[in-house]
């Protein structure tokens, strides 16, 4: 077994493990729902919003995550910067969160994506 190989079983089997460190949630993208995959959420953290100067909004946040997920659990592609992406604000939740995709990329078929929002 080479070394990418026994990297990408490992993603599924310690990262990727439901009853370690990921929990199932429902990830829509693209038009395509992948239900309850396995991922890892880091966040969502509030941040203040800077402002412009013609920006007169109040009460709005940055809200900032970082998603991490197996390649092929998402359809083998990775998602282009600047689309939007939701997930499920809970394991087995109906409600989701939408997010915009700041940077994504793969390595040896694990998936991290930088995740924004604006939320009150």
Not at 21 to 37: K, L, Q
Not at 46 to 74: F, I, P
């Amino acid at each position: 077994m080479s070394f990418k190989d026994m990297v990408a079983r490992d993603v599924k089997k310690v990262y990727l493990n439901t009853k370690e460190f990921a929990e199932n949630r429902t990830v829509r993208y693209d038009g395509n729902e992948y239900p309850d995959i396995p991922v890892v959420l880091e966040g969502p953290v509030q941040e203040k919003r800077s402002r412009l100067t013609d920006d007169h909004v109040r009460g709005l946040h940055l809200v900032t995550a970082t998603l991490y997920c197996a390649l092929e659990d998402v359809g083998g592609k990775v998602p282009k910067q600047g689309s939007s992406l939701e997930v499920a604000t809970k394991e087995g939740g109906r409600f989701f969160q939408r997010y915009y995709i700041v940077a994504s990329t793969s390595y040896m078929g694990m998936l991290q994506m930088e995740l924004e929002a604006v939320a009150q």
